[in-house]
């Protein structure tokens, strides 16, 4: 599998990649002027941000910047205190508008790794025969079909999130919102998995946006990054990823260019951290 | 070092498992009881009027098995218990499971709830008798109540201590309200709500016994009261016996019910 490398490594301006390609699709995420505060406490500032249909966009930032809750709004379990989004839907689909792959254990205990997979097409009536098939297939894809019938407590964590990330697949959505996903995992699991995911996406493609504080885990996986700033979050600079695909994950991991890229980003990212931390020292004195 | 590793041989022959211990002295310490009762009373150092030997309740539990008494006696209650439970337990479980999902209902709810649960269920008795009468309804709802309370709080409780994320998770893959209380509230409730179902059962137990003592004409609470009154204290001690094996049986059962309805802890 080869690796197409462009010279110019970052990119901050705010063109989709894909806007060339897909020049008259709207873009399937729209964010317009978000804002969340908690009381005093401003989580999410004046977020605006166009994502690309079929873009793998990802967002890293410093623990608390308000990646979560910006995932949370756009998955419809909190409201903005400000401004608005949308997610543009295919006419006349019963697709869902999204699902969320959760950071930690978000699988039903008390449900088998199938019916966990199943979960999001049962509540939405799909024809059992069709559920049978979709799931059959993720669970195939993620390498769990041998495990249909355990319950998550007798699976390893990298083995949960597979059946956590085979359950928001399954559903079919227009988007997928990621939290982190692999936050949790070794680094031999997170980069299984994070090879896996780029297999599964692979297949259709969805627009995916995706939250991590690991800038590596971002330029493997991301066609777009945008840093956010430290609390308040907010849009600090959108980075480019010239990676081709299919993209391998170990080959691209020895590329001069992607040490470059991580470093870039890194340095970027580095005020953002220490800005972080410095508010933390505030707030504890 | 060496010292473990010789005398580790010699300790392995002379010791058995803890478990398999234990099980045995679970096993021999009540038959040792009751052999030390059986002595005891035939070399009359106990009073045999108030503790007849263990061999003369046996007769008697024979007796009555062969007229058929016990076996009318115990089947009653049984039927009782068993209304009872279904009479208090399902409202309990679907009201416990509401309030634990909607905080309007908790208020409204949960101070009748905490009032009223110091109330001896068994002083309610008299209030059951004015209010349903001498019949089977009297007995039908002192068991009610009592099953309703550590059904009702333990799902509550269950529901509340649920992790947030699972109802996220329903929430974001577009679970309604049935769904979410169907493949959510309620599986997760599950392990407290057994907890409480065991509970009710004990309390169902007893409340049966004492509303049977009062105004009733069968059942194993009038049985045991009944031999009070004729003096038959034999009859009195089968009474007691086969309420002590109901409750042993019942809880037997509610374990193999607990590993069937929630399989996926441990």
Known sequence: ?285 | MSEIAATQPQTKRWTMSEAARDRLINFVSPIALLLLWEVLARVHLIDTRFFPAPSSILQTLVAMLETGELQRHTLTSMRRLAIGMVVGGVPALVIGVTMGLNSVLRAAVDPLISATYPIPKSSILPLALLVFGLGESSKIFMVAIGVFYPIAMNAMTGVREINKIYLDVGHNFKASRWNVFRTIALPGAMPMIMTGVKLGVGMGLVLIAISEMVGAKSGLGYLVWNAWETFSVDQMYVGLFVIALIGFVLTLILNEIEKFVVPWKR
């Open chain 1, 1 to 285: 599998m080869s690796t197409t490398l462009v010279t110019k490594t970052a990119d901050t301006t705010a063109t989709p990649p894909a806007a060339d390609a897909k020049a008259v699709l709207p873009p399937a995420i729209r964010i317009q002027n978000i804002s969340k505060v908690f009381g005093d406490f401003v989580a999410v500032d004046n977020v605006t941000l166009d994502i690309a249909a079929g873009e793998f966009f990802m967002i890293v930032g410093p623990s608390g910047c308000g990646k979560t809750t910006l995932l949370r709004i756009l998955a419809g379990l909190e409201k903005p205190s400000s401004g608005s989004y949308s997610i543009t839907t295919t006419p006349g689909s019963q697709r869902p508008e999204n699902s969320m792959v959760f950071q930690g254990d978000s699988l039903f205990p008390w449900m088998t790794v199938w019916e966990n997979a199943a979960y999001g097409l049962k509540m939405r009536q799909a024809p059992a025969a069709h559920i049978k098939e979709v799931v059959g297939h993720y669970l195939d894809r993620t390498g769990l079909t041998r495990f249909a019938k355990s319950y998550p407590h007798q699976l390893s964590g990298g083995m949960r999130q597979r059946v956590s990330i085979a359950r928001a697949f399954a559903n079919d959505p227009e988007i997928l919102l990621m939290d982190e996903p692999f936050s949790a995992l070794d680094a031999q699991n997170k980069l299984l998995l994070q090879e896996e995911l780029l297999r599964i996406w692979e297949e259709h493609k969805k627009t995916v946006l995706f939250i991590t504080h690991s800038v590596d885990e971002a330029v493997i996986l991301g066609d777009r990054i945008m840093i956010s700033t430290a609390q308040p979050g907010r849009v600090k600079t959108m980075v480019k990823v010239p990676f081709g695909r299919p993209r391998n994950v170990m080959e691209l991991q020895r590329e001069p260019a992607f040490g470059n890229l991580v470093h870039e980003i890194w340095t970027s990212l580095r005020e953002e951290v220490d800005r972080a931390r410095a508010q933390i020292e505030m707030a504890g004195k």
